[in-house]
């Protein structure tokens, strides 16, 4: 491996690395950005270690994985009992949380944030609590699953190139 092919190699790790931030970073797309860190090591060494195969393969956990994150942010809501609103209170809180204090802010905003958007559609405390109880649940599940495949593609990623 010569010293452009290093370079473009730190390149793309760098953007994927952005992008496995993203898994967890609500405003940032992660799957899709590490897929395009994975495009363009692909596209800059005319697809010498990463093929359309590949990235196709990639394409296909980005999209599932985006289902899956979905779903499950939606079963852990519904499943507690969250409406709307307790779905657009836990998004904005975490949006809020994450700018005023970082990952726990991001947590705890969620979290809060359905629990408000909760009592603002009419529930009492507990049922409140409950929709709050799930729509963090549901985060932290498709969340943690984003992050294992998002782990699972650097892996991949690193030893197609690398071995």
Known sequence: MNL?????????????????AGTVLPMLPGLPIMWGGAIIYALLTGFEKIGWGFLGVFAVLVAVTSLLDYVANLYGARKMGASGWGLAGAFLGMLIGLFTGGLIGL???????AILGE?????????????????????????????LVGCAMIGVFVWQVLF
């Open 4 to 20: 452009g092919m290093i370079g473009l190699f730190v390149l793309a790790i760098i953007i994927i690395l952005v992008g496995l």
């Open 107 to 113: 947590l705890l905003g969620s979290f809060i944030g």
């Open 119 to 147: 009592i603002v559609a009419g529930r009492k405390g507990s049922q409140a609590f409950k929709a709050g109880v799930g729509t963090f649940l549901g985060f932290l599940g498709g969340t943690l699953i984003k992050f």
